[in-house]
């Protein structure tokens, strides 16, 4: 049986909830789940003097990553990466990053946004990540509004509704 390596989230995210919601998950000594890892999230940006050097030390030691501020052209050093370039050796797994042989935890976890509302990525882009978009829609917003304030008038109501869902 084939197994299909999952893709690394890309999160078009204007108004800055998906890169919260990561620091939440990822970055909170009392969100995250796994307590070793908690409060290591390492947030970069590309244009970060050190993006490279703590990208490795990150895949390295299976810490997560953040990477906020992409824009519709992916830095080349991320392509291994993107790609799962992985390399099966004595000692476990290694991975080619810019001239650096890396070794890979397989606890890195890597998450990507940008600020761009609507970015056109190239194929070569949307095919190596899954793209998440976090951009509020009118309809979303007005539906979220409708919901608080029924909640807030009329518990009973809101009640029967969620067990209408349910």
């Given amino acids: 049986m084939v197994t299909r390596a999952r893709r690394w989230p890309l999160m078009i995210d204007p108004q800055?909830?998906?890169?919260?919601?990561?620091?939440?998950m990822e970055g909170s000594p009392h969100a995250a789940h796994d307590s070793?890892?908690?409060?290591?999230?390492?947030?970069?940006?590309?244009?970060?003097?050190?993006f490279g050097r703590r990208l490795e030390q990150c895949i390295s030691l299976g810490l997560?990553?953040?990477?906020?501020?992409?824009?519709?052209?992916?830095?080349?050093?991320?392509?291994?990466?993107l790609e799962r370039?992985?390399?099966?050796?004595?000692?476990?797994?290694?991975?080619r990053l810019g001239?650096?042989?890396?070794?890979?935890?397989?606890d890195f976890q890597f998450f990507m946004t940008t600020k761009l509302a609507n970015p056109h990525f190239l194929p070569e882009v949307s095919t190596k990540v899954t793209l998440?978009?976090?951009?509020?829609?009118?309809?979303?917003?007005?539906?979220?509004?409708l919901d608080r304030?029924?909640?807030?008038?009329?518990?009973?109501?809101d009640e029967e509704r969620q067990e209408l869902i349910q």
């Fill in 16 to 24: 800055g909830q998906a890169s919260r919601w990561v620091k939440n």
């Fill in 36 to 50: 070793a890892r908690a409060g290591r999230l390492a947030v970069m940006k590309p244009s970060d003097a050190s």
């Fill in 64 to 81: 997560p990553a953040l990477l906020e501020g992409v824009s519709e052209e992916l830095d080349p050093l991320l392509e291994p990466l």
């Fill in 85 to 95: 370039q992985t390399v099966k050796t004595a000692s476990g797994l290694t991975l």
């Fill in 99 to 106: 001239d650096a042989v890396v070794d890979y935890s397989p």
């Fill in 132 to 145: 998440i978009n976090f951009v509020i829609t009118f309809d979303g917003l007005k539906d979220q509004l």
């Fill in 149 to 157: 304030v029924v909640r807030k008038e009329n518990a009973s109501l």
